[in-house]
């Protein structure tokens, strides 16, 4: 009987913990949810403190949006277009600020971040309508020495790049000065931007030592060349030039609480290309390893000595002394970009690494990966490369050895810029994605 009675408490217990612990379950499922079976064999298999840890929020992986809103860690698209910021001036400074990409001209129309685009910096912008065609631009003057501008159309931002000398002295009516010396020089106008480029009108040339002037394509007087210029510039002056760190400028007038909505808005991802890369298992496999620095490479540049990656990069480039006037923004080179193509035709491919000042060739040969400093610029997807721009001057590398690659020179006709490797982020994720 003792025993019975023994059994019947237990029992009444048991199902007293069952009541409770259902009440407790409504009571909370506003809040989390109830645990189900499965969540019963998780507990069983992985740590009874790491599992109570997910159950109180401090490490769900499914995190709520409302909750993300309230800790201004989260926001959309919808919540910043609530604010009626002007959509041209939001979407320049998610370009500047790296939430959303831009599309290089330049570069083939690929798209890019503008925080990560080869260390570039803007120390000044304007607002200007450059093309006169009521619609803003941005202007930016940036180190490397170089003027872009930024377009914004069609929810897309386009980028141009200029020679710093051939783009300056930007007045608020869109003409700017460019000059080819200390006495010679242009002043020209946009006529158009698009996504397809531009078009450039030269309204003025000059050269005083020379004594030459056209005014609209046509010889001038120098009396007749100046006083086309002071007529340009009647009722125009030069645009206002912003800090480039004050980039919320853009923004209007904002609250400390809509900045951050702004400012917390999710990162437009860029859509690469879904390329196909070819290569056996042990190729991919030591790409892989040299790029994530789990593998030393030779180094043909120097020596043939070995380097893990994340040693030889960052390394100073660049070490003006103290009479040259860039000696304040000397840096050190770093990865940016690589990129995957067969440089000597020999069905396997080589992998570009383009960094700040350098751009490298790594090429797998006899169970070894070496490197290569390729003295060129753009390279097209045939593996042409542009030896010098200024001259037109093309080649292609034909074979690689232990100490150097062999390039001949090769006639090329077609437009290098609209051909050229796709370029991708140099992060873990992508070289995963493509070497995995």
Request: glycine share 8%; hydrophobic share 30%.
């Amino acid at each position: 009987m003792k025993k019975m009675k023994v059994i019947s408490n237990i029992s009444t217990v048991l199902l007293l913990c069952c009541l409770i612990g259902g009440c407790v379950s409504e009571q909370v499922s506003g809040e989390i949810q109830q645990v189900t079976g499965a969540d019963i064999v998780s507990l069983s298999e992985g740590s009874i403190e790491n599992q109570s840890q997910n159950l109180l929020g401090n490490d769900v992986q499914d995190n709520n949006p409302e909750q993300e809103k309230e800790n201004g860690a989260y926001y959309t698209m919808e919540d910043v277009k609530s604010l009626n910021i002007p959509e041209d001036m939001l979407a320049y400074w998610m370009v500047l600020n790296g939430k959303k990409p831009f599309i290089s001209y330049d570069i083939g129309g690929q798209e890019f971040y503008w925080d990560e685009f080869w260390g570039i910096r803007a120390d000044q912008f304007m607002i200007v309508d450059m093309d006169n065609d009521g619609g803003k631009e941005v202007v930016l003057y940036c180190w490397p020495e170089s003027t872009w501008i930024l377009h914004y159309e069609d929810d897309s931002v386009y980028g141009y790049k200029f020679v710093f000398r051939g783009m300056k002295n930007i007045c608020t009516n869109g003409i700017y000065q460019g000059s080819s010396g200390a006495s010679s020089g242009v002043y020209c106008r946009l006529t158009e931007l698009s996504a397809d480029g531009y078009t450039e009108e030269t309204l003025v040339e000059y050269d005083y030592y020379g004594h030459v002037y056209e005014v609209g394509g046509k010889d001038a007087s120098e009396e007749e060349a100046l006083e086309f210029i002071e007529s340009i510039r009647d009722g125009s002056e030069l645009a206002d030039q912003i800090d480039g760190a004050d980039s919320s400028y853009l923004l209007g007038s904002l609250t400390a609480e809509e900045l951050s909505i702004v400012e917390n808005v999710q990162r437009e991802e860029i859509l690469y290309p879904a390329d196909s890369y070819p290569m056996d298992a042990e190729t991919r496999k030591a790409y892989y390893d040299v790029l994530m620095s789990q593998r030393e490479f030779i180094s043909t540049m120097d020596d043939n000595k070995r380097f893990y990656l994340k040693d030889y990069f960052p390394r100073e480039e660049y070490q003006p002394d103290e009479s040259d006037i860039l000696s304040s923004l000397s840096r050190t080179d770093k990865i940016w970009y690589f990129g995957i193509v067969d440089m000597d035709g020999d069905g396997t491919y080589e992998v570009i690494l383009d960094s700040t000042y350098t751009r490298d060739i790594l090429s797998y040969r006899n169970g070894e990966v070496y490197s290569y400093r390729l003295n060129g610029g753009t390279i097209s997807n045939s593996s042409i490369v542009c030896i010098s721009e200024y001259t037109q001057k093309y080649g292609r590398i034909v074979s690689f050895n232990d100490y150097e690659y062999v390039m001949e020179t090769v006639d090329y006709d077609g437009d290098i810029n609209d051909d050229r490797i796709q370029y991708y982020s140099f992060s873990d994720e992508l070289i995963e994605q493509f070497f995995k």
